[in-house]
């Protein structure tokens, strides 16, 4: 009995010890929240701050990987409204003062005042980004700037059903961390509904392509300027696009033409740098030097899209 009661004791100690080094160190046990939202899809619970891996994470009033923010930006101030999907948030792996956001803030605060805000969550596409401008508009932006990827352009309606029920959109904080780690080598159940969602019938990329000159509309009726900028997916870049790629891309560049959209098409930009495979941490999140990259010449868009001083 004595040996039972010491051998059970050394268990829980060594279960202890596991669970405080998997919040301590790695963040484990208070992931990022979601809400779900029947129009906007989901978005990032608001006001939450939290670290991942060591990253700092914060989540502001409006849903937002921004510092808390007022509705209107302080006098002599350009405000930049960043939106995108987990390219532009970020997510678990980047710490906040190393968002694209915050790179973009840094590289043009020299010059002036300057805020960029980000309003972003992953796999967000244009469908979710113009329902979110709906909901809460640009907060008075001067600059909205939409960034996109390759596969935006095919994807489907917003919709909430993932949100509590797949491990990458949790809804409530998991009771120890050790079940978090224990959950993420679980096979992912069946989401009822998702399948049908997945599946949308129709023109994909007409409906994405509609939301981005949907978007421009609410911008320019918000005085406010709508910039363009698509990453490819690292196939993309190491292979060239796939036919059916090919064709959304001229549909997009056609689209750009027509309804005058400064546009930064990144493919050949990252075709034409030295490491290209560098550029990439998997198939589609780009590395530091990849958001280097895609800093720059953001920064130089935004520039050149700003009315001339006198």
């Known amino acids: 009995m004595k040996v039972f009661i010491v051998g059970s004791l050394a268990l829980l100690v060594v279960v202890l010890l596991t669970e405080l080094t998997l919040r301590l160190i790695l963040g484990l046990g208070n992931p990022p929240l979601y809400i779900p939202d029947e129009h906007i899809g989901y978005l990032l619970a608001p006001n939450q701050r939290i670290r991942r891996l060591g990253n700092l994470i ?44 915050a790179r973009i803030e840094n590289a043009l605060s020299p010059h002036q005042l300057v805020e960029v805000l ?31 990827n390759t596969d935006d352009l095919f994807g489907t309606q917003p919709s909430p059903l993932q949100v509590g029920k797949d491990r990458s959109y949790p809804d409530k904080k998991p009771l120890l961390a050790l079940l978090e780690l224990t959950n993420r080598f679980k096979k992912q159940p069946p989401i009822p509904g998702l399948k049908e969602i997945q599946n949308e019938p129709g023109d994909r990329i007409g409906k994405n392509l509609l939301a ?62 030295p490491d290209a495979a560098g550029l990439y941490r998997d198939h589609i999140h780009l590395s530091p030097i990849g958001n280097n990259l895609v800093t720059q010449s953001i920064t130089d868009l935004i520039r050149q899209s700003l009315p001339a001083q006198p």
């Not at 997916?233 to 400064?262: F, M």
């Open 212 to 273: 981005i000159a949907d978007i421009q509309k609410y911008v320019a009726a918000h005085d406010g300027q709508l910039l363009l900028a698509m990453t490819p997916l690292k196939r993309e870049v190491l292979d060239g696009p796939r036919d059916y790629e090919i064709i959304a891309r001229q549909r997009v560049d056609d689209l750009v033409e027509q309804q005058q959209i400064p546009y930064i098409d990144f493919l050949a930009v990252f075709q034409s740098a």
């Open 58 to 101: 914060i989540i502001n009033q409006y849903s937002m990987r921004t510092e808390a923010i007022e509705k209107s930006p302080a006098a002599n101030t350009l405000r930049v409204f960043l939106m995108g999907d987990s390219i532009v948030n970020g997510n678990w792996w980047t710490d906040q003062s190393d968002t694209l956001s």
């Open 118 to 148: 980000n309003a972003s969550a992953n796999s967000w596409g244009p469908r979710n980004e113009l329902a979110y401008l709906q909901r809460f508009g640009i907060f008075e932006s001067q600059i909205v700037m939409l960034v996109i």
